[in-house]
């Protein structure tokens, strides 16, 4: 008679053999896996930034809206990074089931994360009028112009980088890909890709008065309908979530934003230079696929007990930090030539290859030393706290690092002297 329940319980015992087996790989193994991931990453990140450089003039049209790019780019992947980690885990503990149904964990998750993208596109449009007005970003956005683009924007985007996400987690399950190597850097890439154009497009309805008023005001109503029925009807995973995700993703938000102000205050400099705005993606988006890589293959590590939470790395996880630098070499490099490259292509004005080389490696050589320090210290802390790391490791991470990207970028296009 066919046992249902011993089949399931096979294949469980066999997903965790492969799943341990990948932990605790050498890197030589799976190093092909993880730089190709980073560099489709980054040539997919550029194309996001060549739209952004031939973007400049809207740009300036609309003041506030660069100052908002980052954060929304981050948005897509801390939302979606972390539901891929999450399901990444799953894989590795053996209770992955590819279906849609509310009762199961892709279910949940893609319904956590749509409503999580309606409501953080909400706060981050009036968190960004906040920061334009203390900041004093001349005649910047009015705030319902800032919902509207926020929340048509993100939630353009957010259906492209749902399918990523879940494509990638079943092609993880189908090819025998290590989730943690693949979902961080190709989530954030698709983000970084959607992200950017969709917003655009929903800034091309700003001058429609009538149209952003209706979206805007629709999109604020809904907050509380949202928040209703995720109390009442959403399943206990799903509020979860949901009430997890959103302190780490409005701290994301706030950090992101912060970003967005040293980008815009250095808009003359970038709309002289827009090989710096193809770059610029890349950059940041490398800064946070590193650490949400870093981060995610920890957290699958603290789950299954390879490692524990040690304020000294184990030799497992040191392992995964010395891999992580080794990565950030060609990738950051591989940014700043195929920026050059890719600018000077579409005609538009760059600095130079060796100065946007310099610029790229030297930025990326200090983004990776803090990368690696906030991964392993911000997801042993939410162990510590008793929180789950895959919900709270790669949005702190990701965040932080766009802050400190373009930190470091401006410091470095700064000290090379490109202006």
């Known amino acids: 008679m066919f046992d249902r329940r011993r089949v399931t319980n096979r294949r469980r015992s066999v997903l965790l053999r492969a799943a341990q087996r990948r932990r605790d790989q050498p890197f030589v193994e799976d190093g092909g896996e993880r730089v190709a991931a980073l560099l489709l990453l980054v040539v997919v990140a550029l194309v996001a930034g060549l739209f952004l450089g031939h973007s400049a003039g809207?740009?300036?049209e609309l003041p506030g809206l660069l100052l908002m790019v980052p954060a929304a780019i981050a948005l897509r992947g801390n939302i979606f990074g972390a539901l891929g980690s999450r399901l990444g885990t799953s894989i590795h503990a053996g209770t992955f089931r590819l279906s849609l149904r509310p009762s199961t964990?892709?279910?949940?998750?893609?319904?956590?994360?749509?409503?999580?993208?309606?409501?953080?596109?909400?706060?981050?449009?009036?968190?960004?009028?906040?920061?334009?007005?203390?900041?004093?970003?001349?005649?910047?956005?009015?705030?319902?112009?800032?919902?509207?683009?926020?929340?048509?924007?993100?939630?353009?985007?957010?259906?492209?980088?749902?399918?990523?996400?879940?494509?990638?987690?079943?092609?993880?399950?189908?090819?025998?890909?290590?989730?943690?190597?693949?979902?961080?850097?190709?989530?954030?890439?698709?983000?970084?890709?959607?992200?950017?154009?969709?917003?655009?497009?929903a800034a091309m309805l700003v001058d429609r008065s009538r149209t952003t008023n209706i979206v805007a005001l629709a999109a604020i109503v809904s907050l509380p309908v949202i928040a209703a029925v995720v109390v009442r009807v959403g399943r206990p995973g799903l509020r979860t979530i949901v009430?997890?995700?959103?302190?780490?993703?409005?701290?994301?938000?706030?950090?992101?934003?912060?970003?967005?102000?040293?980008?815009?205050?250095?808009?003359?400099?970038?709309?002289?230079n827009p090989a710096l705005l193809v770059m610029l993606p890349a950059f940041l988006a490398v800064s946070g696929a590193l650490g949400g890589t870093l981060s995610s293959r920890l957290?699958?590590?603290?789950?299954?007990?390879?490692?524990?939470?040690?304020?000294?790395?184990?030799?497992?996880?040191?392992?995964?930090?010395?891999?992580?630098?080794?990565?950030?070499?060609?990738?950051?490099?591989?940014?700043?030539?195929?920026?050059?490259?890719?600018?000077?292509?579409?005609?538009?004005?760059?600095?130079g290859l060796w100065p946007l080389l310099g610029a790229a490696l030297i930025g990326g050589a200090v983004a990776t030393i803090i990368a690696v320090a906030i991964a392993y210290y911000s997801t042993i802390a939410s162990v510590r706290a008793g929180l789950d790391p895959d919900t709270y490791g790669i949005p702190v991470v990701t965040s932080t690092l766009d802050l400190f990207g373009a930190f470091t970028l401006i410091f470095a296009v700064t000290l090379i002297g490109i202006t």
């Open 58 to 60: 809207r740009l300036e």
């Open 105 to 201: 964990v892709v279910g949940e998750n893609v319904a956590a994360s749509s409503v999580l993208t309606i409501s953080s596109s909400v706060v981050l449009a009036v968190l960004a009028k906040l920061v334009a007005v203390a900041f004093g970003v001349a005649g910047s956005l009015s705030l319902l112009a800032f919902v509207m683009i926020s929340v048509v924007g993100g939630v353009l985007a957010s259906v492209a980088v749902m399918i990523t996400a879940l494509g990638l987690t079943a092609g993880s399950v189908r090819f025998g890909w290590d989730p943690d190597n693949v979902t961080a850097p190709l989530v954030t890439a698709m983000g970084d890709v959607a992200t950017v154009p969709a917003l655009v497009v």
């Open 243 to 272: 009430r997890e995700s959103m302190p780490v993703l409005g701290f994301g938000i706030v950090v992101d934003l912060i970003a967005g102000v040293t980008v815009e205050r250095q808009i003359e400099s970038f709309a002289a």
């Open 299 to 351: 957290s699958s590590r603290l789950h299954l007990g390879s490692i524990g939470p040690s304020r000294v790395p184990e030799p497992l996880a040191r392992r995964d930090l010395s891999a992580t630098c080794l990565l950030a070499i060609p990738a950051f490099a591989a940014a700043g030539a195929l920026a050059h490259g890719l600018a000077s292509v579409s005609g538009l004005a760059s600095p």
